[in-house]
């Protein structure tokens, strides 16, 4: 698990790599259906760690593809600054090719015009950061979910992305190594300063890893809130039970 | 590489070892246990006919078959049968798969494709194709088109048909992967959707070699100047039972190793696949 991390964490250094997003009177509906995303107005800083809550069917899902450019927005528009650097997503699950080692798999984020020699060399890199560096040569079949889902956080990683989107990546993961693998994503998006959005179901998960949390109703922004406490965090710290207290009486308010 | 032969020869070496503690040289006699049925079917039938309970003028002995064997390899007359019969096979399923790949490839990755013909290729599969041998040999005497066209039919719709669900049934997830990587659909092509199909190709090469023996000893018993099925019938006409024993076996034989290339070829290409590793 402990990886070397090459990269400074300061603040100049952070700001350069991160992609910063502008959204402006977002909409988007799906065959005459109803919105899904509502104008929405939204604007997240390079290098900020959004986390994105709500219930299943609020959007918070499309709205992550939107962004991506995985769906065509039906109105407004959204603005990347930096759109030509890489953007990554990491899925719920971890969507590995059974048939490809897993140095072969972790290549699969790499550009396709860079030589065999440096793709293999890069991906090894990044499968010592994510501490499964010895996998390297193994198939996907003989790995555990957890280790898996980490190979799917290499592949994402590899291209050193500028936008690193995370759909529910942790979802299927056991507690235990729900928390290593928070740790360890949040290390590396220190190390490395990308943007990053995660979509969760877990209010816990959101505060104990983010700058900032958007709650989404009914494809809108409802709460817009910073986490101001201080990393590393501490877990069953007071200040983030109570803002996940806030957060989930906000959910469950409006549900009933 | 070397770490995944590790592990595909592990289960293999721990019954090894079951078997037979002592190390080298090591006599696997696990490995002899399929033949052990077929052995035993061989020399009761010995047995039997030695001790006089069978006739040996409709059944021979495995002895007589032998000797009929020896006889045929010493005129030559048997390779040259065999050798036809294979090549004949083997061209045969070559057309007849080609296409089967080629339009299971075209139908899986076109909906217009599909649209425009798999009506029709399921509509001349439900015609059994050795009904056709009356109309083939009108059209073809008993040449050799006559075997090729029968065999390629019949392979066809097994490679057709199981190549087709093979790229159907592919992960729509890991395309979506694909796609939002950066693959173009010549990259999705040959790393996601080809390597996803490959286990059912398999499936559907494998039935086909079946319909291939099938089709080429109805075709060869029924009209034909050579081959091994042809041998077996010219050997009806004089009695020779030992001859037709013969070719039957050889059938058996050369359906089974066309099985096992199957099998080799399956855990080369599908080691990634832990159904496949050890089989």
């Given at each position: ?65 939107l962004i991506l450019g ?29 048939w490809a080692r897993v ?154 | ?64 078959v032998a000797a009929a ?211």
């Amino acid at each position: 698990m402990t990886a070397a991390l090459r990269l400074a964490d300061t603040p100049e250094h952070r700001a350069n790599r991160g992609l910063a997003i502008h959204v402006r009177g977002l909409s988007k509906s799906f065959e005459n259906g109803p919105s899904v995303i509502r104008g929405l107005d939204l604007t997240i800083p390079a290098g900020q760690f959004v986390a994105v809550v709500g219930r299943s069917g609020c959007g918070k899902s499309t709205l992550l593809r939107l962004i991506l450019g995985l769906e065509e927005p039906s109105a407004g528009r959204i603005a990347l600054n930096g759109s030509e650097q890489t953007k990554r997503i990491m899925f719920q699950e971890p969507r590995l090719l059974p048939w490809a080692r897993v140095a072969d798999n972790v290549a699969v984020g790499l550009s396709r015009d860079i030589g065999k020699a440096d793709r293999k060399a890069r991906a090894l890199d990044v499968l010592r950061e994510v501490g499964l560096a010895e996998k390297a040569g193994q198939w996907p079949a003989t790995l555990s979910g957890g280790q898996r889902q980490r190979v799917a956080l290499a592949r994402a990683l590899v291209s050193r992305p500028a936008l690193l989107a995370l759909d529910e990546p942790l979802g299927a993961l056991d507690a235990l190594t729900r928390i290593e693998m928070q740790a360890m994503i949040e290390r590396i998006w220190e190390a490395q300063g990308f943007t990053a959005i995660l979509v969760t179901h877990d209010v816990a998960e959101a505060v104990a890893m983010a700058d900032r949390i958007l709650v989404i109703e009914e494809g809108a922004i409802a709460l817009d809130v910073d986490v101001d406490v201080p990393r590393p965090r501490r877990r069953g710290d007071p200040a983030l039970a109570e803002l996940e207290g806030r957060i989930l009486d906000r959910l469950l308010r409006n549900g009933a | 590489m070397a770490d995944s032969a590790a592990i595909r020869s592990l289960p293999g070496r721990a019954r090894t070892l079951e078997a037979a503690p002592k190390p080298a040289p090591r006599f696997d006699a696990g490995r002899l246990l399929p033949w052990l049925l077929p052995t035993l079917v061989i020399v009761g039938w010995q047995a039997a006919a030695s001790l006089g309970l069978v006739s040996t003028r409709f059944m021979p002995t495995p002895l007589d078959v032998a000797a009929a064997g020896w006889r045929l390899a010493q005129t030559g007359e048997l390779f040259e049968n065999l050798w036809v019969s294979f090549a004949r096979a083997a061209s045969g399923f070559l057309i007849g798969g080609g296409i089967g790949l080629f339009f299971g490839l075209a139908n899986g990755l076109s909906r217009l494709s599909e649209r425009l013909t798999d009506t029709s290729l399921q509509m001349v599969r439900n015609v059994p194709h050795l009904s056709l041998i009356p109309l083939v040999i009108l059209w073809f005497g008993i040449d050799e088109e006559a075997k090729l066209f029968l065999v390629a039919l019949g392979v066809f719709f097994p490679i057709y048909a199981n190549t087709l669900h093979g790229i159907r049934s592919v992960d729509p997830q890991l395309i979506e992967m694909g796609r939002v990587y950066g693959m173009n659909r010549r990259e999705l092509f040959w790393r996601v959707v080809l390597p996803g199909a490959l286990p059912s190709i398999f499936v559907g090469v494998r039935y086909a070699l079946g319909i291939m023996w099938l089709t080429l000893i109805v075709a060869e018993t029924i009209s034909a100047n050579s081959g091994l099925g042809y041998m077996a019938m010219q050997a009806r006409e004089f009695m020779l039972v030992d001859v037709v024993v013969l070719a039957i076996l050889i059938y058996a034989a050369l359906g089974k190793l066309a099985d096992s290339l199957t099998r080799t070829l399956e855990r080369a290409c599908l080691s990634w696949n832990p159904a496949y590793r050890n089989t």
